[in-house]
């Protein structure tokens, strides 16, 4: 008889480890914000000390007045220095105390149970994850009074920079049906600006020789303010080579970037690993930089100017090597479509494939428009509303290999003719295969008579654009997207502002490609 092979353990998932043991490991700190009692929102975090001692911890965005447990986020085994790190970027917006770990209980507990009342779920990792890092609510834990709602104790919904105003409103007319008018109160962005019409026509908020006025709008670098002028005067003087020479020498750093890599654009595809039991795997991050405290303002002050002397030749180089003409053609067009539609995410319904706007919940925009969800969309959403076009494109992005992927992309079309993110997918694979026209580049080309498109459309047509012209070595392409994204794009979706600074970077990297090869 053979030997029993020796069972090897399973590694539990992230995820599942805060889940199944979480609540094994000693509490390590707790923290508040300051000031949560009138403010009525609380930034709460857990952490909790493994006995090689990391720490995993949990975050939460707690709204007593009425929302409830609005955002969160977990990290698991992290070095002490990471936890720390952590703490200091959170003190850049809020002054957070140390407090103890009933404090936190009640306050999460008291929102969770009072928005629930009122029809509003906790944030799906919440439930799914982080609500694990808590201790049983059992009596074990001393009952504390935290007041929720509004002063008056009914629901007061503030909107805040988590919610657009498509989520707001929602929200809005969720508390109408489920409490009626005059039962609930609500503050939204449009409002706050009307709140200054008790001044009257001889009054301002602040006069001009305040101040106050001074002090409000001064972010203290006035040094900044001359840089580009001084910059720009600096570089006119200069002959066309010494531009060139000065450029090639600031862009050193990108040496090595000889050619655009094809899947340049997957840098917009998540790539967290959310697969359930896998080993966790401790990498670190790349974009890390280690300063002494000391040195830290300084050199991250003298980087920036390197970069901001980046950005100034890098546009006065494009000028000398620019189609003017074709620039003011293409950015007309694109001008004329930008007047025709919206961005938004009140059609985020129709990118899903689904029939009514109905079906989208505030709960559903709040997780499928975070950033940080990553591959967990696809499980999402299948789950929400089972196949539709947009679960298809999900999977379709998850094809490793290029052949499968191409042959499924026709069936996808065959099925769903219309929908604009497979057109653009096919953009995509006609232009690494130099096939596409640029007149087929056009908003109608893929979204027909829309009015309305959502941010992740947008992004996408976008991004096909711009690899188009990179795919050609197209200066004047890659202007017009940076003139037109600069006037043009939408604001208050941060994935449209990392897209934005990607493009910087490509423009930039562009040139540097194209100067070089002309030197040759």
């Known amino acids: 008889m053979g030997k029993k092979q020796k069972q090897v353990p399973r590694i539990l998932s992230p995820e599942n480890y805060i889940r199944q043991r979480a609540r094994n490991l000693p509490l390590f700190q707790c923290l508040v914000n300051e000031g949560w009692e009138e403010e009525g929102l609380v930034y709460a975090t857990i952490a909790r000390k493994h006995i090689n001692g990391n720490i995993t911890f949990c975050a939460y965005l707690v709204d007593l007045k009425c929302l409830g447990i609005k955002d969160t986020m977990y990290f698991f085994n992290a070095h002490p220095l990471d936890f720390n790190e952590f703490k200091d970027d959170m003190s850049n917006d809020i002054d957070s105390i140390e407090c103890d770990y009933d404090l936190v209980h009640n306050v999460i507990h008291a929102a969770w149970e009072y928005a629930e009342e009122i029809g509003f779920e906790p944030h799906r990792d919440f439930l799914s994850i982080t609500q694990y890092m808590l201790e049983e609510d059992t009596d074990e834990i001393p009952l504390m009074d935290i007041h929720c709602g509004g002063d008056d104790g009914k629901p007061l919904y503030v909107q805040g920079p988590l919610e657009d105003d498509v989520m707001a409103n929602m929200i809005v007319n969720r508390l109408e049906k489920k ?212 679960t298809a494109w999900l999977e379709w992005q998850g094809m490793d290999d290029e052949l499968a992927a191409s042959a499924e992309l026709a069936k996808a079309l065959d099925k769903y003719p219309d929908y604009a993110l497979f057109k653009l997918e096919e953009a995509m694979l006609k232009i690494r295969a130099r096939e596409l026209k640029e007149t087929e580049l056009s908003f109608e080309t893929y979204f027909g008579k829309r009015k309305e498109i959502t941010a992740v459309e947008y992004l996408k047509l976008q991004t096909t654009r711009l690899h188009y012209f990179l795919s050609i070595d197209d200066l004047t392409g890659v202007e017009a997207m940076s003139r037109f994204n600069r006037s043009h794009a939408p604001t208050g979706y941060q994935s449209i502002e990392m897209f934005f600074s990607f493009l910087g970077m490509c423009k930039t990297s562009l040139l540097r490609l194209c100067l070089l090869e002309w030197r040759k």
């Open 179 to 390: 409490l009626g008018p005059g039962n609930f109160h609500y503050v939204l962005k449009s409002e706050v600006l009307e709140d200054y019409d008790f001044l009257s026509d001889d009054e301002e908020l602040f006069d001009d020789d305040d101040d106050e006025y001074d002090e409000f709008f001064d972010d203290g670098d006035d040094e900044w303010d001359e840089f580009d002028d001084d910059y720009i005067d600096e570089y006119y003087e200069n002959s066309l080579e010494e531009n060139i020479d000065y450029f090639l020498e600031l862009t050193q750093f990108m040496e090595g970037d000889d050619e655009w890599d094809d899947e340049w654009d997957d840098e917009w595809d998540d790539e967290e690993d959310d697969e359930e039991d896998e080993e966790w795997d401790d990498e670190e991050d790349p974009w890390d930089i280690d300063l002494d405290e000391e040195d830290e303002e300084e050199e991250a002050l003298e980087k920036l100017k390197e970069l901001e002397k980046i950005d100034v030749i890098t546009d006065l180089l494009y000028e000398e090597f620019i189609d003017f003409t074709k620039l003011k053609r293409v950015l007309a067009e694109w001008e004329e479509e930008a007047a025709s539609y919206t961005v938004t995410n009140a059609v985020f319904y129709q990118m899903l494939g689904l029939e009514s706007d109905e079906e989208v919940s505030y709960e559903d925009l709040t997780f499928m428009t975070r950033e940080s969800v990553g591959d967990r969309l696809l499980e999402y959403a299948k789950e929400r509303w089972g196949e539709t076009p947009y």
